[in-house]
């Protein structure tokens, strides 16, 4: 009974952009989705209300009047019944709360790919709640970590302890899926860019490699970084990986292997070598041995000592390992807040969003370049802003699908004053502004909103045979089921909600063609469906939307005159190959 109603004029890049913004219960929304974008979603990100007892949440069902409702809470939701804060005072403060998340987390996870995964932020009020809600819905198996996220400023809870932390649960949609997250290391461009004024300067190997450590000591980087401290005559940083076997359990291989220049055999790790004899022989290069300034050697992908009395190791470059696992504490400021004022003027319109550093480390860890990034607790959309920016840095396609609840913003508020009325305008306007300071890749977006079915529902109330004509009021319920399409929705409403009930994604293509002059629409690049509502359609008209080789042809059961012209098309349509569906 629901759909969503395509909004051109709020959107940026209309007929162009695969990103979404959809507004409204994201419920709702996720119910509405499951066809479209079934096991199509590579990650979701979601902040959802941390259940502080001042939070808005979401409710699904009421048992009390509107009165009483309203009495209560003091807020209206979008169906007057939509919202209430849920504070401590509450009996059922907990287990709303979850079952708030519980629903929605079962129709998330409906919609990742088999490889995807899930980040929900949450503090220490719920996190316990939610581990075992995420168990059971994804599978204890597909817990990957909980991510304890420092935000390095303290938040004063009166309790005696600065609090600095909050945490990121993950989970993967399966187990059984090889998962990596890998990320930049921290500090990586800082370092190229060190070395390569080393190179401009022409600094000697020997002194170079001085300040590489000097520079390494003053940043306090990762040992990921620090290890590679030795610079070759090209001035690319290498660091020497040691070869010793690394279970504690077992032991390696054990052979001899010659040093270079002494020819004697060299120093065998105590629990054996990390490679088999082979791997080593395609490793080393006796044919071409370099003498570095300070007596050591390189020796094909080996480096040795002065003498064969410090055992090899191998050579790893540190552009080649430029990334390292995600952290399982991530440290990063809080500073989403500053952030969105900038974007804003100065103006303070959002309280404590998420920093855009933080959601694009989180992207950026999972390696494929493309894909659908969803967050359905889009806030001020800083998942859209940093899926933007990533794609800006590294030509990748991300694609975005933002849901928020259009929650209203107090009329006392500066956002308010500012011409925001809810937090969907703002989030909008962020990616309107973080798209033209960005600049480059799609950076446009499709408005949505959730609004009940274009067609009209029978009405099935009972009838009291007491209060009035029975047959007249059969007769006008029966009439007014003549032409099922509301009068106030139109083409392009009912073209996107035929896309949601067949399952055909939201950012495909739709074009206006024409039919012997009667108005039609092309929907995806080969016109995998051909629309048509226009009244009156004639065999012509359907042999000439033949022509245009659709999948599938949806026609309005209000264009046909009678039961005969619909079946004249059913069979015209189905002798070109072309299945005929009747909205």
């Known amino acids: 009974r629901k759909t969503l109603r395509p909004c051109p004029e709020e959107s940026k890049d209309w007929d162009t952009t695969e990103n979404l913004y959809i507004e409204g219960d994201n419920l709702e929304v996720l119910k509405l989705l499951q066809e479209s974008y079934l096991g199509q979603v590579k990650m979701i990100y979601i902040d959802p209300p941390y259940n502080t007892g001042s939070d808005f949440i979401y409710r699904d069902d009421f048992g009390e009047s509107v009165e009483e409702y309203s009495e209560d809470i003091g807020q209206f939701g979008e169906e007057d019944n939509r919202l209430f804060r849920n504070t401590d005072r509450n009996g059922r403060f907990h287990s709303d709360w979850c079952s708030m998340m519980y629903s929605r987390l079962v129709l998330a996870r409906n919609m990742l790919t088999d490889d995807g995964v899930i980040f929900i932020s949450v503090d220490d009020n719920e996190v316990d709640n939610l581990r075992k809600i995420c168990d059971e819905v994804m599978g204890e198996s597909c817990f990957v ?27 993967v949609k399966s187990s059984q899926s090889a998962h990596q997250f890998l990320v930049v290391k921290d500090g990586i461009n800082d370092v ?14 020997p002194e170079a490699e001085k300040e590489l450590k000097q520079f390494y000591a003053k940043r306090g980087y990762d040992r990921g970084i620090t290890l590679y401290c030795n610079l070759d005559n090209n001035y690319e940083p290498w660091g020497k990986i040691n070869m010793s076997w690394p279970n504690a359990d077992t032991f390696g291989s054990r052979y001899d292997v010659l040093h270079p220049k002494t020819g ?47 055992q090899p190791s191998s050579i790893r470059y540190l552009r080649d ?18 952030e969105v004022e900038k974007i804003f003027d100065g103006k303070s319109f959002f309280s404590y969003p998420k920093p855009t550093s933080l959601l694009y480390l989180l992207i950026d860890s999972i390696i494929e370049k493309d894909g659908i990034y969803m967050d359905f607790f889009s806030g001020s959309a800083t998942t859209a802003h940093a899926v933007m920016q990533l794609n800006a840095e590294d030509g990748g396609y991300r694609k975005f699908i933002m849901v928020q609840l259009p929650e209203p913003c107090d009329e006392k508020s500066e956002a308010y004053k500012a011409g925001y009325p ?27 909103k959730l609004d009940s079915s274009n067609l009209k529902t029978w009405d099935a109330a009972p009838i009291d045979p007491q209060a009035g004509d029975v047959i007249g009021e059969l007769a006008n319920r029966m009439n007014a089921m003549i032409h099922r399409v509301k009068p106030d929705r139109s083409d392009l409403d009912m073209v996107f909600e035929v896309m949601l009930k067949l399952g055909v994604p939201l950012d495909f293509p739709v074009t206006e063609v024409s039919v012997n002059g009667k108005t039609a629409y092309s929907v995806g690049e080969d016109c995998l469906l051909l629309v048509c509502l226009a009244p009156d359609i004639q065999p012509g008209d359907v042999e000439q939307m033949a022509e245009y080789a659709p999948a599938k042809a949806v026609i309005s059961r209000d264009s046909f005159a009678d039961d005969t012209a619909m079946a004249n098309a059913w069979y015209i349509l189905r002798d070109r190959g072309v299945d005929l569906k009747l909205v």
């Open 192 to 205: 190229f860019e060190f070395i390569s004024t080393l190179k401009k300067r022409r600094v000697p190997i």
């Open 422 to 448: 809810n937090i969907c305008e703002i989030g909008k306007e962020r990616i309107r502004r973080a798209g033209a300071s960005i600049g480059t890749g799609d950076t446009g977006f499709r408005v949505f």
């Open 321 to 338: 390992v430029s990334r390292m696992l995600l952290r399982s504490i991530v440290s990063l400021k809080s500073d989403g807040g500053i």
């Open 145 to 171: 970590d909980c991510i304890t996220w420092n935000k390095r400023v303290p938040k004063n809870d009166n309790k005696g302890i600065g609090n600095i932390h909050e945490y990121i649960l993950v989970y």
């Open 264 to 310: 004697l055999p060299a120093k065998v790790p105590d629990r054996g070598w990390r490679w088999n004899k082979a791997t080593f022989s395609s490793q080393v290069d006796y044919e071409h041995v370099v003498e570095r300034y300070d007596g050591s050697f390189i020796c094909g992908n080996l480096w040795f000592a002065k003498d064969e009395n410090t």
